[in-house]
């Protein structure tokens, strides 16, 4: 499979439970993203791991908390959510310095916590 | 330093109507510069991009846009809209080959919503 995917495309929590987002691609891509996209709110860029390594970590909540075992793979664990954290969270990966190439993106994860 | 302005976060036009959508940028550096369309509950896919060379790009589903440099711009246009163009549209900008260790990290617009009438 080539591109990026993301599991689960949704997900309903409690604000008790425990949750990981998974992420994955296939572009011999060498950083990776997570975003938050909030209905009404611009892209929040969350975290930023390039060659493994988080360089990037813009005042998320420790409730979130990422984690790269190698560069193909990038997770988000949840615990102890709030209902505001009901979003779609998406992830990217690009070259570790992206040049003219952006970002490729996958489908999200639509998370609701109730 | 980079940043994006997408003026209008909802733009709504008749089928067939032309498609302007507006984005302006500034850098401190030659910029590179990218629109993305997303679909509902979908992740964003790139439209199209500007990086060096003939400054009209044309993207995918018949969508174009223009670098001006002199404006600092890069609208998104399409001569007749579809139902099936409905979306959210982001415009980004990056610093080009001299930005360094920040080379090509996108910086997002917030967005813009565009609605299709029949």
């Known amino acids: 499979e080539t591109g990026v995917t993301q599991t689960p495309r949704h997900l309903v929590m409690g604000m008790t439970n425990k949750k990981s987002l998974k992420c994955e691609q296939h572009?011999?891509?060498?950083?990776m993203y997570w975003y938050k996209q909030s209905a009404k709110k611009p892209l929040e860029l969350m975290f930023v791991?390039?060659?493994?390594?988080?360089?990037e970590n813009n005042s998320v909540p420790s409730r979130f908390s990422p984690e790269c075992p190698n560069s193909s793979h990038l997770f988000l664990h949840l615990h102890t959510l709030q209902p505001e954290d009901s979003a779609l969270y998406l992830c990217a990966s690009s070259q570790d310095l992206p040049g003219p190439y952006g970002y490729t993106f996958g489908s999200g994860t639509r998370l609701t916590v109730v | 330093a980079q940043s994006v302005t997408q003026l209008g976060s909802h733009v709504s036009v008749s089928e067939g109507a032309l498609v302007l959508l507006r984005c302006n940028y500034s850098?401190?550096?030659?910029?590179?510069l990218f629109w993305y369309v997303q679909y509902p509950n979908q992740g964003l896919q790139l439209l199209l991009k500007y990086t060096t060379g003939a400054t009209l790009v044309k993207g995918i589903n018949g969508f174009e846009a223009e670098f001006k440099k002199s404006e600092t711009s890069f609208h998104l246009t399409k001569p007749s809209a579809h139902m099936s163009d409905a979306a959210e549209y982001f415009c980004?900008?990056?610093?080009?080959?001299?930005?360094?260790?920040?080379?090509?990290?996108?910086?997002f617009g917030q967005g813009t919503i565009l609605t299709v009438h029949p």
């Open positions: 850098s401190s550096v030659p910029p590179y």
């Open positions: 791991y390039s060659l493994e390594e988080r360089v």
């Open positions: 572009l011999g891509h060498n950083a």
């Open positions: 980004a900008v990056s610093l080009g080959n001299a930005g360094g260790t920040s080379y090509g990290k996108l910086t």
